[in-house]
C-alpha cells in the first residue's frame, strides 16, 4: 500500500477512536503534557501512569514513534503467524495521560491467528489495512455467545471492553490491521497463557475440573507455556 494511502486510514482510525465518547477508564489530564518520565519510576509514588517528565525537557520526540510501519516477522519461529506492535505509553511517552493507543497487527496467510485475549482496560477498534479476518468476540452474560464475522480491507469491527476476542487471517495474501485503544495501556492478558503460563501456576487440579479433563492434559499443555 502507498505511503499517504497508509498515513490516510491511520488517520481515519485515530479520528474514529478520538470521536468515541469518554468513557474509559483512564484519567482526564490536568496540564497540557505530561510525558511518561521513564527514569523516575523509582521516585515518587507512583499512582496511576507514569509520572511526568519536567517541561522543559520534553522534546517532539517524545510525541513520536515510527514503529507501526515496518511489518513484523509473522514466520520466524512464530507458532501462531501474527505479531503485535503497539504504540502505547510505554512505547511513545507522550500518551501519557492522553487516554488513547494504537496497534499494528500482521497475519501470515491462511491461519495466522491473534490468539484469545482480552483487553481489561479499553475498548478496541480494529480497521482491516490488507486482507480478510475472521473476527469475534465471547460476551460474558450467560450462556456466553460467540459474536464472530469476517472483516476485509477497509471494514472495521469493535471488540467491547475486557471480553475475550480473537482474530485470524483467512485469505490467501497476509493480513495487516490497525487498532486504536480508549487507554493509554490496555492491558492484554492472553487467555491461555493467563491459566496454563501463570507464576506461580495455577493448580492442576483446578484446571482439570475446569476443563473437565484430566491432570495429564493439564500438565501437557502447561508445559508449553513454561514461564520463560
Not at 71 to 91: F, I, K, L, R
Not at 192 to 202: E, K, N, R, W, Y
Request: aromatic share 8%; charged share 15%; proline share 8%.
Amino acid at each position: 500500500m502507498a505511503p499517504n494511502k497508509l498515513t490516510t486510514l491511520l488517520l481515519a482510525v485515530v479520528l474514529l477512536a478520538l470521536a468515541a465518547p469518554p468513557v474509559a477508564g483512564d484519567p482526564d489530564m490536568l496540564q497540557d503534557i505530561c510525558v511518561a518520565d521513564y527514569k523516575s519510576l523509582q521516585g515518587p509514588l507512583r499512582v496511576n501512569g507514569f509520572p511526568c517528565k519536567r517541561e522543559a525537557n520534553v522534546t517532539a520526540e517524545d510525541f513520536f514513534f515510527g514503529g507501526l510501519a515496518k511489518a513484523a516477522d509473522v514466520y520466524s519461529g512464530n507458532p501462531m503467524g501474527s505479531a503485535v506492535t503497539a504504540a502505547d505509553v510505554e512505547t511513545l511517552p507522550g500518551l501519557n495521560t492522553l487516554g488513547v493507543s494504537m496497534a499494528r497487527t500482521d497475519y501470515a496467510p491462511w491461519g495466522g491467528v491473534n490468539p484469545p485475549h482480552a483487553h481489561p482496560r479499553a475498548t478496541e477498534i480494529l480497521f482491516v489495512l490488507e486482507g480478510t479476518l475472521e473476527v469475534g468476540f465471547v460476551t460474558a452474560a450467560a450462556p456466553s455467545r460467540l459474536l464472530s464475522r469476517t472483516v476485509s480491507r477497509g471494514e472495521v469491527f469493535v471488540f467491547p471492553r475486557g471480553l475475550v476476542h480473537f482474530q485470524r487471517s483467512v485469505g490467501a495474501a497476509p493480513a495487516v490491521a490497525v487498532s486504536a485503544f480508549d487507554s493509554q495501556l490496555p492491558g492484554t492478558q492472553a487467555a491461555a497463557a493467563a491459566l496454563f503460563g501463570a507464576a506461580p501456576a495455577v493448580p492442576t487440579d483446578v484446571l482439570a475440573r475446569a476443563f473437565r479433563t484430566d491432570a495429564g492434559v493439564v500438565e501437557s499443555i502447561k508445559s508449553k507455556f513454561t514461564p520463560k
